[in-house]
């Protein structure tokens, strides 16, 4: 069954950290270009970071030298390592390799995780 399942979200001062997890069932995510994107409520997804399949990343200029995107192969996992987090950044997080997951169709898209930065 194809799955996309992220983790790791929660609650957070200003100035602290999270890491994300998003575990994939069902297809490999080294093969593929993965990416994070993140979500407030009536806003439309934004791109946060990029893992290509051969290995380099990209980062949003707004998150950039503070979030680091990783793989790890072996689970099949991609992470988002968030430091030096700022209210801004809370939204729901979403992975999805690029282009996304089609199901039946349609995108298919995990349920996120949340993250809050409070001030």
């Known amino acids: 069954q194809v799955q996309l399942v992220e983790s790791g979200g929660g609650l957070v001062q200003a100035g602290g950290s999270l890491r994300l997890s998003c575990a994939a069932s069902g297809w490999i995510i080294g093969l593929n270009t993965m990416a994070w994107f993140r979500q407030d409520p009536g806003d439309q997804r934004e791109w946060v970071a990029t893992?290509?399949?051969?290995?380099?990343?990209y980062y949003a200029d707004s998150v950039k030298g503070r979030f680091t995107i990783s793989r790890d192969n072996a689970k099949n996992t991609v992470y988002l390592q968030m430091n030096t987090l700022k209210p801004e950044d809370t939204g729901i997080y979403y992975c999805n390799k690029v282009p996304p997951l089609r199901l039946a169709n349609n995108d298919y898209w995990g349920q996120g995780t949340q993250v809050t930065v409070s001030s």
């Open positions: 893992f290509r399949s051969a290995g380099s990343t």
